[in-house]
């Protein structure tokens, strides 16, 4: 089965920006596009008028709506569409699984309320194991062209190589620049330690290590994208705000989730909680052990 670009709608502004910038994912793959939205009868013990018949006409209204917005600038593209008969957090989830990344509308700034499908949104990117995108509508110019691809890269090589192909593999397909940030602080005296103070005497201070490591990281994927223009940023601040800073003009900022259970459930992570609240670019939040 040919992998798609999956995308999930509900009839907004939101979802309409979504499958648009989907659409034109999908072009610059040379895949197919999936357009779905997740509607399940459930008849509820309330004096309330309830119309199977009407809801289902109005679910797949839905579809029809993305898939003309989306016919529109991209005529030749393959577009399925499917109305999913399940909860929208289940439905969403396996989308993404069977997909090579699913797209979400976002209202961008405020609380997590304001994600498509309201919480579901959160759940979705919290969970899912390939990378969602979260696109929003209004609120101010954002670039969807010309612009660098921004990613964030912390800890090892290892932490961030899946976080840094799917960068690569963004910048590649548009050929655009990608921006590679990793930010840092002075750690608090107790944190310091022989090994630590060793490595970072070795390499001539602190930024020079956390310049060293970021390089360390790219390296393998500055081989594989040779074409690629890539610019490194090493900064001291906090991980969210240096990463907006660095992405106010991107065409699309690339932040890790780790799939780690917290003890109280999954999360998202403060630097990608940041990314996906105030970043005016659509923001891809990759998931990684």
């Not at 898939?67 to 399925?80: D, F, S």
């Not at 989830?93 to 209202?107: F, N, Q, T, Y």
């Not at 976080?163 to 608090?188: H, I, Q, T, Y």
């Not at 390089?215 to 074409?227: G, S």
């Amino acid at each position: 089965m040919t992998s798609a670009i999956a995308v999930g709608v509900d009839g907004s502004a939101e979802s309409l920006a979504a499958a648009g910038w989907a659409a034109r994912e999908a072009a610059l793959r040379g895949m197919p596009l999936r357009i779905v939205h997740a509607w399940l009868w459930q008849p509820l013990d309330v004096p309330l008028v309830q119309d199977r018949e009407t809801q289902a006409r109005s679910a797949h209204a839905v579809l029809r709506a993305a898939e003309t917005h989306v016919a529109g600038t991209y005529p030749a593209l393959k577009v399925t569409s499917e109305v999913l008969q399940d909860t929208p957090v289940a439905a969403l989830l396996r989308e993404a699984e069977a997909s090579e990344m699913l797209v979400l509308g976002s209202r961008g700034h405020g609380a997590f309320a304001g994600f498509l499908l309201g919480s579901y949104g959160q759940q979705v990117i919290a969970a899912a194991k390939r990378p969602v995108i979260s696109v929003r509508a209004g609120g101010g110019p954002a670039r969807t062209e010309g612009g660098e691809v921004v990613v964030g890269q912390q800890g090892t090589p290892e932490d961030s190589d899946a976080v840094l192909g799917f960068a690569f593999g963004e910048a590649a397909a548009r050929g655009a620049a990608l921006r590679a940030v990793r930010a840092w602080n002075l750690p608090p005296v107790f944190a310091y330690s022989p090994g630590s103070m060793l490595l970072a005497n070795e390499a001539g201070g602190l930024e020079p290590f956390e310049r060293k490591a970021l390089a360390e990281a790219l390296a393998p994927w500055r081989t594989r994208f040779p074409d690629v223009p890539v610019t490194e940023h090493v900064e001291i601040g906090g991980a969210g705000e240096v990463l907006l800073s660095a992405a106010s003009d991107a065409q699309l900022l690339v932040v890790g989730r780790r799939t780690r259970h917290a003890p109280v459930g999954t999360r998202i992570g403060s630097v990608a909680h940041a990314a996906l609240h105030h970043a005016r670019c659509p923001v891809a939040v990759v998931p990684h052990d």
